[in-house]
């Protein structure tokens, strides 16, 4: 039995030259001509996290998907293409090109699931193997990590994956304020307490018993920025800022389409 593949036709000359010269805009701070990547695939040859190019032909035999994360009017989305489907992906998806910056951060998510959890030097203080689940504005947060908000708005805090309520100790990184949030149990949600005000590019850490710090960067951003976090403006402004784990909770909730 012939095995399922996708077949790539090969780029000539021309094609490569052009290619490079492409590298070279994006480079300089411009548009990247592709905007589609593999996040899920039945057909053999399409890997998680492969990029695929505009002229690249595929081949989805019956039976078979693959779903991709690509940007369409100014947002990012999934779309599940259902074979049988042949076409080049140009035809296929219609996507629009992004910079260089995002691009590169929405394919380090999908291969690698984000940067690493101490990205800005802060320490850790490890008590245990039991991670502490908590989110900040619905986002999970762990280890170090960068949160962007919106500039007169109040954050809301809960735990990531429902379960047991329980106290967490909120403070800035390096002392000063300080409060106790008792966090609900299942799905519920309280404000960032109002006595640890937050301050544009200041840590804070979250503290309980038995559990792993977690220390956020904040980023205060304009309002409005973050209303729709899958638009491409929302999230070049979380890529410049290196609020990784929105943009991943962005990809990963994006909305999905069948083609």
Known sequence: MKPNVARVFSKTPFAIACCAI??????????????????????????????????????????????????????????????????????????????????????????????????????????????????VNDVPVAGNVALCVEQGTVPSMGLASGGDGGSVRVSENLGGQAATVDLPAGAGHVPWPASVPLKDGSLYRITAPGSPDIVIEMHMVPSGTLRNVASVKALEVLATQGCEQQARFALEKAPTTRQ
């Open 22 to 135: 492409a590298w070279l805009v994006v480079s300089a701070g411009g548009a990247l001509a592709a905007s589609v990547v593999v996040m899920e695939s039945s057909v053999s040859g399409l890997q998680r996290g492969q990029e695929l190019a505009d002229d690249l032909r595929l081949d989805i035999p019956p039976g078979n998907h693959v779903l991709v994360g690509v940007v369409q009017n100014s947002e990012l989305k999934q779309i599940d293409i259902v074979g049988p489907r042949t076409g080049q992906v140009r035809d296929l998806l219609h996507p629009e090109p992004v910079s260089a910056r995002l691009w590169k951060l929405l394919i380090n998510l999908t291969q690698k699931g984000g940067a690493s959890e101490s990205g800005f030097g802060a320490v850790r203080s490890i008590r245990s193997n039991r991670t502490l689940r908590v989110a």
